[in-house]
């Protein structure tokens, strides 16, 4: 009789072993397609979680070159050219590529006198987006500071043909048709009056 209740106990205590500390594996074990689906849960929501804190990052950077690009425009709306750079240089820091930091920069060196270089970002926003209308005009007014006329008229012209209503274009057009035959006749007088001095030499 004592062995019957020994057995007994033991048998209790076997069964609450097993329910207590192994039926999740065995439940595990036994429905091995639920287990998969509370996997693919858990890394679904894992995965979403890491998604998020990547589109908060892009947002923030966004953010920070927009309030970069502000600050180097008010600069250069108040005449601050120089300044407005080192704000347009913060944000392309951030984003070389950015076509609007590029103009803007560009634009910046422009009015600072510094032509050269801002076609090297204006032609840099073009090798990007070739029909840039603001990189097309800015960059024909930059070689007409140059005075190379006749590359600017093309700049220009290859504004107009994006949109031909750019009024800026049309009028500073004419002006550097007008200012590219002048120069052109100057060119022409000046060959002429050195063949005709050339020719009187004995």
């Not at 693919?40 to 998604?51: C, E, L, R, V, Y």
């Not at 634009?107 to 029909?131: C, E």
Request: with cysteine; proline share 3%; hydrophobic share 40%.
């Amino acid at each position: 009789m004592q062995d019957d209740v020994s057995i007994g106990i033991l048998f209790c205590i076997t069964f609450i072993f097993t329910v207590v500390f192994l039926s999740p594996s065995m439940t595990a074990a036994a429905n091995p397609a639920q287990n998969h689906t509370n996997n693919a849960k858990f890394n679904q929501a894992k995965a979403m979680q890491s998604g998020g804190a990547a589109q908060n990052n892009t947002n923030n950077t966004l953010a920070q070159v927009k309030t970069l690009e502000r600050e180097g425009l008010a600069l250069l709306s108040s005449g601050k050219y120089n300044e407005s750079v080192t704000f347009y240089d913060k944000a392309l820091a951030i984003n070389p590529n950015n076509v609007a930091t590029l103009n803007g920069k560009g634009s910046a060196l422009l009015f600072a006198g510094k032509y050269n270089d801002s076609i090297t970002h204006f032609d840099k926003v073009l090798s990007i987006n070739p029909k840039n209308v603001v990189a097309l005009t800015n960059k024909g007014l930059a070689l007409a500071r140059l005075g190379k006329y006749k590359e600017s008229i093309t700049s220009f012209d290859k504004a107009l043909a994006i949109n031909p209503k750019l009024l800026f274009a049309i009028k500073e057009k004419k002006v550097l048709d007008v200012l590219a035959a002048h120069k052109t006749n100057s060119t022409n007088t000046s060959s002429t009056n050195t063949n005709s001095t050339a020719t009187k030499r004995p």
